[in-house]
């Protein structure tokens, strides 16, 4: 097995192999995976027809993804096992991560054992760009708020844009620190923090796609997104100057309104946080998106 460490001119040999099944989870994207380089060692291989993606990091070893491919080859998932088990002290901590539903019968006939993690949701483009009808009236008033009471640019994301936008992510960042101290909910404000100056950095090669919200010549809210697969659009980050009454919501729709091309929005998951899920539910999905992790039968070992 050649292993090969994640870097941008792997790009085009990941879209391939991502482009041979249709995925309706965030993760199952280039630039998603991408992201996590700060926080993880990544790295990759082909195996029997399948392209695997390692993470690790001082805990353990895991497969990010489902081996992709045409078909997963259960030669190479074993031999995915197996090599995570040569890093991991714990093989308990041996898995594969963001497992669609579709694959799960398949893995347990291979005699492996799927637990159900957080759900993505899915919502319809067009609602998010019309929010008409009494579900979305909150957010419409606040969205023609905005509009109403501030002078404002609405453009694309250039370079000239990226310290502003990490200024405003940190000041956005202690504000919800301080209405939330939940500790999992702080640890994820902080890695996506790190990862959002990892995108910021690599943004031209990744092919995001970012607008911004100047009031004033300021940087007042900025949105990144990147295509899922033909049909579905993932929203990655939506930061705004708590302080402007409606900039979320207004930069939220018009986003989505230039997004024409695409039927869905998948706007991620909670991580299992209730404020999180609030706010995802706010805008009336149409489904959420299953999600399973893929370990070992307990006591197999």
Known sequence: MRLNKLSLKDKDIFNKYLGLQRHELSAYAFENIFLWKPHFEIKWAEMDGNLCVFFRDKIACFLYLSPLGNKRSPEAVSEAFKFMDSLNKNKDFSRIENVEEAEVDSYGVLGYECEEKYRDYLCKRS????????????????????????????????????????????????????????????????????????????????????????????????????????????????????????AAQFIFREFCRELSGYTYINIMDDSGLENLKRVKLSYKPIRTIPNYVVTRIKGSL
């Open 127 to 246: 609602d998010l760009a019309r929010l008409s009808g009494d579900g979305f009236k909150h957010k419409r008033a606040c969205a023609n708020f905005f509009i109403k009471h501030y002078k404002f640019e609405y453009s694309k994301f250039s370079p000239k844009h990226k310290e502003p936008c990490l200024k405003l992510f940190k000041s956005w960042m202690l504000e919800r620190k301080e209405k939330n101290p939940d500790e999992l909910y702080q640890a994820m404000l902080e890695d996506n923090q790190v990862c959002l100056n990892n995108l910021l950095d690599n943004y031209r090669d990744l092919g995001c796609v970012g607008r911004v919200i100047e009031v004033d010549g300021q940087v007042s809210a900025f949105t990144f997104g990147y295509p899922l697969s033909q049909d579905i659009f993932c929203i990655l980050y939506e930061v705004t100057d708590l302080s402007m009454k409606g």
